[in-house]
């Protein structure tokens, strides 16, 4: 499965989102100022790792201030 693309709205938290996403076993890598990959290693397919990503995301969001972060298509 490819990795997929995160675009994150404050730069200072790619590095935190890389690192939550790694502990929660998604190898991940900063990309860029503003974005990074992932890779959802025990998701059936490309779906499954969407939906469960976006739930990942949004729990993450929820833990920082005026933080967004979504899926790039």
């Known amino acids: 499965m490819s990795a997929l693309s995160v675009h994150v709205n404050r730069t200072e938290l790619v590095d935190?989102?890389?690192s939550s996403l790694r502990r929660s076993?998604?190898?991940?890598?900063r990309t860029g100022p503003w974005s990074c990959t992932v890779?959802?290693?025990t998701a059936v397919?490309?779906?499954e790792a969407r939906?469960?990503?976006v739930f990942f995301l949004r729990a993450w969001q929820a833990r920082h201030d005026r933080a967004h972060a979504s899926l790039v298509a």
């Open 16 to 18: 935190d989102l890389v």
């Open 45 to 47: 397919d490309e779906w």
């Open 25 to 29: 076993g998604c190898p991940a890598r």
């Open 51 to 53: 939906v469960e990503l």
């Open 39 to 41: 890779r959802h290693a």
